[in-house]
């Protein structure tokens, strides 16, 4: 079934060659907190997604950023909201258009 359709951004072309995810486990957490966070997220710029996981951190961001110390200065934005922890995309050997989904609902033999 599809839900929608979206546009694919060269992120590289635009500047934004440098990917990174990011750990997030805020100070305060409550349901209201989870819509003042978004709302924080969306208005700083740079997350691509943020999805809220189980375990000790909360949430987990992908980031995109022009160098380093670009993302220096993104991770001290993020740190103001809670305790992070960062990891570099180096490659994505799986990319979501790179999925079949059809051949997992294939029945089994």
């Given amino acids: 079934m599809i839900k929608g359709y ?3 951004l060269d992120l590289d072309r635009l500047g934004l060659g440098l990917r990174a995810h990011v750990s997030l486990r805020p100070q ?3 349901a209201r ?3 003042t966070l978004r709302g924080r997220l969306l208005a700083m710029g ?3 997604s943020c999805v809220h996981v189980t375990g000790e951190n909360c949430y987990e961001l992908t980031i995109a950023v ?3 110390q670009h993302l220096e200065q993104v991770i001290e934005h993020l740190s103001e909201m809670g305790d ?3 990891g570099v ?3 994505e050997p799986v990319h979501p258009r790179d999925v079949d ?3 997992w609902l294939l029945p089994e033999d």
């Fill in 33 to 35: 907190n989870a819509q």
């Fill in 89 to 91: 995309v180096l490659s």
């Fill in 84 to 86: 992070t922890t960062t």
């Fill in 66 to 68: 022009r160098d380093a």
């Fill in 6 to 8: 979206g546009v694919h």
């Fill in 28 to 30: 305060l957490r409550s």
């Fill in 46 to 48: 740079h997350v691509l």
């Fill in 101 to 103: 989904i059809a051949v």
